[in-house]
T-cell receptor
Framework: AQSVTQLDSQVPVFEEAPVELRCNYS??????LFWYVQYPNQGLQLLLK??????LVKGINGFEAEFNKSQTSFHLRKPSVHISDTAEYFC????????????FGKGTLLTVNP | DTEVTQTPKHLVMGMTNKKSLKCEQH?????MYWYKQKAKKPPELMFVYSYEKLSINESVPSRFSPECPNSSLLNLHLHALQPEDSALYLCASSQVGTEETQYFGPGTRLLVL
């Protein structure tokens, strides 16, 4: 079975500051990794995903994440945040291959202050 | 196009009512999912349909009844719900057999009185 740990439940930052949201996973098999964002009163939107290949993955809205197999991490970064980035961010992992189960972390609330 | 649509956006129902949630996707995905999300928590998987057949039921109470009439539609029939069933219900879809990237709809906010 796989598990996901998001190390910070809340991350407050000021506008235009850089941010890193941390995610660690554990799994006995190869997995696929995802970051989703959920704005207030909305569904989940896919930010980016790591399937294979380059360990640096670029997503929407200027976000990127780096897959580190040795540290079993998939941290999300943005060099300069905006007020509109205020949202809940979920890291998730799946084995794929008709497994269907997406294991989520508990989420990190990113609050961007002016 | 990676859009999953859900109706209604909001639903208020009494404990004796029967209602249905609807989900639709036109991405050609053959797996569709229902999730329940409580406030400040990650989504919890309820059901998975693969090729219109129920593949996973995560021990969901029988007052929730899923239905997949065709490859584009997914319904969730609700009957005799409890106040603790109030939550955001999310639908998602994915391809089958690869990384199964799930694309989510906007959700239905359900309040059970």
């Amino acid at each position: 079975a796989q598990s996901v740990t998001q190390l910070d439940s809340q991350v407050p930052v000021f506008e235009e500051a850089p941010v890193e949201l941390r995610c660690n996973y554990s799994s006995s098999v190869s997995v696929y990794l995802f970051w989703y964002v959920q704005y207030p009163n909305q569904g989940l939107q896919l930010l980016l995903k790591y399937l294979s290949g380059s360990t640096l993955v670029k997503g929407i809205n200027g976000f990127e994440a780096e897959f580190n197999k040795s540290q079993t991490s998939f941290h999300l970064r943005k060099p300069s945040v905006h007020i509109s980035d205020t949202a809940e961010y979920f890291c998730a992992v799946t084995k794929g291959g008709s497994n269907y189960k997406l294991t989520f972390g508990k989420g990190t609330l990113l609050t961007v202050n002016p | 196009d990676t859009e999953v649509t859900q109706t209604p956006k909001h639903l208020v129902m009494g404990m004796t009512n029967k209602k249905s949630l609807k989900c639709e996707q036109h991405m050609g995905h053959r797996a569709m999912y229902w999730y329940k999300q409580k406030a400040k928590k990650p989504p919890e998987l309820m059901f998975v349909y693969s090729y219109e057949k129920l593949s996973i039921n995560e021990s969901v109470p029988s007052r929730f009844s899923p239905e997949c009439p065709n490859s584009s539609l997914l319904n969730l029939h609700l009957h005799a719900l409890q106040p603790e069933d109030s939550a955001l219900y999310l639908c998602a879809s994915s391809q089958v057999g690869t990384e199964e990237t799930q694309y989510f709809g906007p959700g239905t906010r359900l309040l059970v009185l």
